[in-house]
């Protein structure tokens, strides 16, 4: 990206790529389309490299030739990848981040999912249906209908996991597990509500980073005390 970036402003362009950067992670958050998806981190991924490209002339330029590799370090050191309280806090984020968002996701898609069928006497119906449907099945399919009713009722993952509809031999269809769609619904109201929580999470761990960054200054040098006399 540095070949690229050379004969534009330094300013404009930092503060581009970090535009780019930030919507590209909008529009992959917010978006439905694997193909936006996809182009979105492409964009973002093409924002990082034009940031760090002209970054790094900009912070070795203002420090002189005899700073530079001081000036490359500072620039790495607060941009989150330096030892010590900065890295502890970002690697817990990257561990505990994923761990929250399906912990709450679940959570409350199984809670939709209890709510619903509670409140919808056809839905629960159907779905009595299915689940005394392994008795009625043929002797050979019954171990499988016996799993697709296990898996439904284990939550919301595997409600989600089994099809709404099966083939029959003659080709036709036949409707098979009736909380499909209540639970896709349902999982995509739950992670929306997931990564709205740790997106807040993350926003609050920035500020407290920042606090840290402004508290963390070198220790004062050691002097010796005069020797007695």
Known sequence: MAPATLRLPQ????????????LGRLVAVLSTSITVVLAARVATALATGAFWSVGFVVATTAA??????????????????????????R????????????????????????DKVASDPALGHALDTFNASAATAPEGQREAVEGAIGAVNSGPLGANAVPETIALPDGSTAPFNPLKDTAFEALGNAYSLGYLIVGLCAIAA???????????????PVTAEPADA
Not at 11 to 22: D, E, G, K
Not at 68 to 84: E, F, H, K, N, Y
Not at 209 to 219: A, E, K, N, S
């Open 91 to 114: 690697d817990f984020g990257f561990t505990l981040g994923p761990a929250v968002v399906g912990a709450i996701a679940l959570s409350r898609a199984a809670h939709e999912i209890s």
């Open 64 to 89: 002189g030739p005899h700073n530079a590799t001081r000036a490359t370090g500072v620039m790495i050191g607060q941009c989150g990848r330096s030892p010590r309280r900065r890295s502890l806090l």
């Open 11 to 22: 300013r404009r362009t930092l503060i581009l790529a970090l535009s780019v950067f930030c």
């Open 206 to 220: 920035a500020v407290v980073t920042v606090v840290l960054i402004r508290g963390d200054r070198p220790d004062a």
